[in-house]
């Protein structure tokens, strides 16, 4: 301001002595100095305009600070954008470098905004051709579209086949990625899907192979009598206990391999009414009146499915429910409706129950609570896990509820898809 005052009092003398009026002089100079200023600032909105970074600046006073605080943000915005630009070049490293395909969709439509090298792959996609497309476009597999418009999209697709190689076997999942995208992950599971299937043959091989020396056993031990050796009659019948449990542990292999092999259960109607019946009469068969048993039906409905390996499901639950229950307990078999529209069949009984540590790997095969109550009850440990299998081929649930010393419930949990009202 004080240069100001200057350059304008100069002004005006040199307008008084040379151009006679102090004004005049006054106007030269304002008029020089808003030019000169106007050429500043053009400078620097051209430069701005152009993305051009600003050179040092040399001069002084405002357009000398102002330039220079332009100059320093224009060069902490270019070292940001540096490291902005190598972070994502290494994000997009990682990601191409991940076995595992990535690709990016929009949840409104699914179009592909981008994948990486692993995805286009196994997947097939073409960079930059396939960007923007929806994905259930290009991978047109009756099972991936059924998945994404399904309530359970969030669980992982298990051995997806891809058109034109069916040797390759993919897994492929949904993560939320934002309120816009999802994050697809997909899997080669190729090695995966082989080794159990070398499993499930090497188990169904071998329980073949033991069925019929079982047998044998099983038949020459029923034809042995002590004759004078009254001692021998409990070994006797011990060693018939054993191979008969043997042999159902062979049945329940074979029974599990069965399910594993065939791909869906099918889809005929199951009476109800009737199942309940025949797993009432077995309950009685093998409580012998040592418990009560009680039916409930107030569902007034059938199932879509496979009665063989819906009433093996259920005769495993009612079976453990007598087996586990002392004498006096109460066993009830309930088929009722739910809210949902869907049904639900339920096997509770007044048990020894079951320690809650021991609920999440209840299903799992030859998984033992207590190998010694597994012992008196004579359980091949493999029930549950039939259950589990069956459930998940009818596309159901297994929900468990026990307490220690009170007892268990066992609902088997099915959709409004699986339920067939009476004619």
């Known amino acids: 301001m004080w240069r100001l005052a200057g350059l304008l009092l100069g002004g005006a003398i040199i307008g008084r002595v040379l151009l006679a ?28 305009r152009e993305r051009r970074l600003l050179v040092a600046p040399l001069g002084r006073g405002v357009w000398g600070e102002l330039e220079s605080l332009l100059y320093r943000r224009q060069r902490e915005s270019l070292v940001r954008k540096r490291k902005l630009a190598s972070i994502l070049r290494a994000y997009r490293q990682v990601a191409a470098a991940v076995p595992d395909g990535a690709v990016v969709l929009e949840r409104q439509g699914l179009a592909i905004l981008w994948f990486n090298d692993s995805a286009a792959r196994l997947l097939g996609l073409r960079y930059p051709h396939d960007l923007g497309a929806r ?39 949904l993560i939320a990625y934002t309120e816009n995208q999802w994050l697809l992950v997909v899997r080669d599971i190729s090695t995966l899907m082989r080794l159990e299937q070398v499993r499930r043959d090497f188990v169904a091989n071998v329980s073949h192979e033991l069925r019929t020396p079982l047998t044998v056993i099983h038949g020459y031990l029923d034809m042995l009598e002590p004759g004078d050796n009254p001692e021998w009659a409990p070994i006797i019948e011990e060693m018939r206990t054993q191979t008969g449990r043997m042999a159902q542990i062979v049945e329940d292999l074979l029974m599990l391999s069965r399910l594993e092999a065939q791909s869906r259960a099918s889809d ?26 009680q039916v409930v039906d107030t569902a007034q409905c059938d199932l879509a499915g496979s009665l063989k390996e819906l009433h093996s499901a259920f005769s495993n639950l009612v079976s453990n429910a007598v087996r586990y229950t002392p004498d006096g307990g109460k066993i009830t078999i309930r088929w009722q409706r739910r809210d949902d529209g869907g049904a639900m069949l339920s096997v ?12 999440p790997r209840i299903t799992e095969r030859f998984y033992r609570v207590s190998s010694s109550r597994s012992r008196d009850s004579g359980g091949t440990g493999l029930g549950l896990s039939i259950v589990k299998h069956v459930l998940g081929r009818h596309h159901a649930q297994l929900l468990i509820e026990s307490e220690v010393s009170i007892g268990s419930s066992f609902a088997c949990v099915f959709g409004p898809g699986s339920v067939r009202e009476h004619r």
Do not use: C, K
């Not at 509770?348 to 609920?359: F, K, L, R």
């Open 21 to 48: 009026s102090a004004w005049i002089g006054i106007a030269l100079v304002a008029l020089s100095l808003l030019a000169w200023h106007y050429l500043r600032l053009w400078r620097v909105l051209r430069l701005l």
């Open 135 to 173: 994905f259930t476009n290009l991978l047109r597999t009756p099972r991936v579209l059924e998945w994404f418009n399904g309530p359970d999209r969030l669980e992982p697709l298990l051995d997806l086949t891809v058109p034109g190689n069916d040797n390759v076997r993919l897994s492929l999942r």
């Open 348 to 359: 509770t009984d007044t048990g020894v129950g079951i320690p809650a540590q021991h609920i």
């Open 268 to 293: 005929e109607t199951v009476i109800m009414s009737s199942l309940l019946r025949t797993l009432e009469r077995e309950a009685q068969a093998l409580s012998r009146g040592r418990q009560h048993i």
